[in-house]
């Protein structure tokens, strides 16, 4: 059973860090494109960054020179460093698997983890 289990949110001040992380089952996982999305109250979920089994990256506007994803294929693995928090970074952090086309274009595949909440104060 195919599952993405996501790992490290939290309470922090603005200003501060914090880094996810989302463990994968199947070896699947090894060469799709791997993501972070967010859904913050009464708005769409939205992508936040996403990265190719080769290590190329995409990233939101808002968040480029802040975040910071990252993958083990190995260990099916796939990070989100997050620096530089701000309030309105406040959201439910999803992991997803998909495919990063060569323009840049992020499709979202039905594999979706728990979320993990980050909260970020001001």
């Known amino acids: 059973q195919v599952q993405l289990v996501e790992s490290g949110g939290g309470l922090v001040q603005a200003g501060g860090s914090l880094r996810l992380s989302c463990a994968a089952s199947?070896?699947?996982?090894?060469?799709?494109?791997r993501a972070w999305y967010r859904q913050a109250p009464g708005k769409q979920r939205e992508l936040v960054a996403a990265?190719?089994?080769?290590?190329?990256?995409k990233y939101a506007d808002s968040v480029k020179g802040r975040f910071t994803i990252s993958r083990d294929n190995a260990k099916n693995t796939v990070s989100l460093q997050m620096n530089g928090l701000k309030p309105e970074d406040t959201a439910v952090y999803y992991c997803?698997?998909?495919?990063?086309?060569?323009?840049?274009?992020?499709?979202?595949?039905?594999?979706w983890g728990q979320g993990t909440q980050v909260t970020v104060s001001s």
């Open positions: 199947g070896s699947i996982f090894s060469i799709i494109a």
């Open positions: 997803n698997a998909g495919t990063l086309s060569i323009s840049g274009t992020y499709s979202a595949a039905d594999y």
């Open positions: 990265i190719t089994s080769g290590g190329r990256t």
